[in-house]
Every structure is written in C-alpha cells, then in structure tokens.
C-alpha cells in the first residue's frame, strides 16, 4: 500500500496520549475510527472515580467536537479479515479494536499514527504504513 497513502488515522492511544512538551510529530490533518469513539465512551463508564470520569468526559466531547469519525463499513471489514489473517497466521494475539483500526487505515488507505509497539508491528506486517510514536 505504500505510495497510497491518502492522509493519517490517529490510533486511540495517540488520542488519548498527554503530549503537553509537544514531543509527538503528529500529522496536520487526521481522522479517526470510530472504534476510538467507543473505546473512549468505554474510558468514562471505567473511570475509578468520578474526577477522572468528568476528565474523559471532556477529552470524548473535545474530540467528537474535531473529528467526523470514520465507520466501520463494508470495506473495513474485508479488511479486517485480512489483517485478521494475518495476525493469526502469525501466531499474534491482538485486540479487536486494534484491528479494527488497523483495517480502517488499510480500508481508507490512510497512514496509521500510534503509540502502541504491538499494533505498529501487525500493521507494518499486513502492508499498511504505519508511525510508532
């Protein structure tokens, strides 16, 4: 997919990273999945209090406010049995909502940006670019 690439999908872990020294090299324009929507929703229904539920809270309405998400389409999801294959192929254990993102980046021929070494690997090793942070 190289040379394909159509723009940058923020993994939720790049979503939900505090960066305030500005050290991430983050792209100008992204999207997300809409997978990084209900793993943020899910953030607020686990908070261990309430001061920390009211933080995701704020961080879900700041980034519903920026980003139209991407769905969860046909397309993705040939995608994800792809990616699916992939990592089962290679004895990789991964999340779902890891793959999910990954096969909407594949899907949208977008660059994946995230912070989470494993999900860079899978990514990298189904043909989709990828930048571990």
């Known amino acids: 997919m190289a040379g ?3 723009g940058a999908l923020l993994d939720t872990s790049v979503v939900i990273a505090h960066d305030e020294a500005g050290a991430l090299e983050l792209p100008e324009t992204a999207a997300i999945s809409v997978i990084t929507i209900g793993e943020l929703h899910a953030g607020v229904r686990i908070a261990a209090d309430t001061a920390v539920a009211h ?3 704020r961080r ?9 998400p991407l769905p969860v389409d046909e397309p993705v999801a040939e995608r994800y049995g792809e990616i699916l294959a992939v990592a089962r192929s290679q004895r990789r254990t991964a999340k779902a909502t890891d793959l999910l993102i990954i096969a909407t980046a594949a899907a949208t021929e977008r660059e994946l940006y995230t912070l989470d070494a494993a999900q860079a690997r899978l990514a990298q090793a189904a043909g989709v670019t990828t930048t571990a942070l």
């Open 4 to 6: 394909r690439v159509s």
């Open 60 to 68: 879900l309405a700041a980034v519903r406010a920026a980003f139209v």
């Open 55 to 57: 933080h995701r809270r």
